[in-house]
Nanobody, 123 residues
Framework: QVQLVESGGGLVQAGGSLRLSCAAS????????MGWFRQAPGKEREFVAS????????YYTDSVKGRFTISRDNAKNTVFLQMNSLKFEDTAVYYC????????????????WGQGTQVTVSS
């Protein structure tokens, strides 16, 4: 039974911070690239950040570089997304996903998905 459960979303003022968590189970977490995607109303789901299985490589979409940080704790089967200096444009449902093999940045490259958590940034 594969599960990816996101938490930590909510409502925050522009300039504020949130930390998203994704608890994984039912697969070999430490061998998978983990990623975060987001989808705003009326828009396509887009890549936000990813971290390789060994945590040696991280990737970010340009719009979040310098503001968001992805990390993982393989002992706890958990991946995090620290979001600082939040902007209205960051408002979306955020999804945790797992990929094998490689370190993809496309939706199609990911095998497992969580249910999503809402992040709303007010101005």
């Amino acid at each position: 039974q594969v599960q990816l459960v996101e938490s930590g979303g909510g409502l925050v003022q522009a300039g504020g911070s949130l930390r998203l968590s994704c608890a994984a189970s039912g697969f070999a977490f430490s061998r998978y690239t983990m990623g975060w995607f987001r989808q705003a109303p009326g828009k396509e789901r887009e890549f936000v950040a990813s971290i390789s299985w060994g945590a040696g490589n991280t990737y970010y979409t340009d719009s979040v570089k310098g503001r968001f940080t992805i990390s993982r704790d393989n002992a706890k089967n958990t991946v995090f997304l620290q979001m600082n200096s939040l902007k209205f444009e960051d408002t979306a449902v955020y999804y945790c996903a797992a990929a094998f093999p490689g370190t993809p940045v496309s939706v199609g490259g990911y095998n497992y998905w969580g249910q999503g958590t809402q992040v709303t940034v007010s101005s």
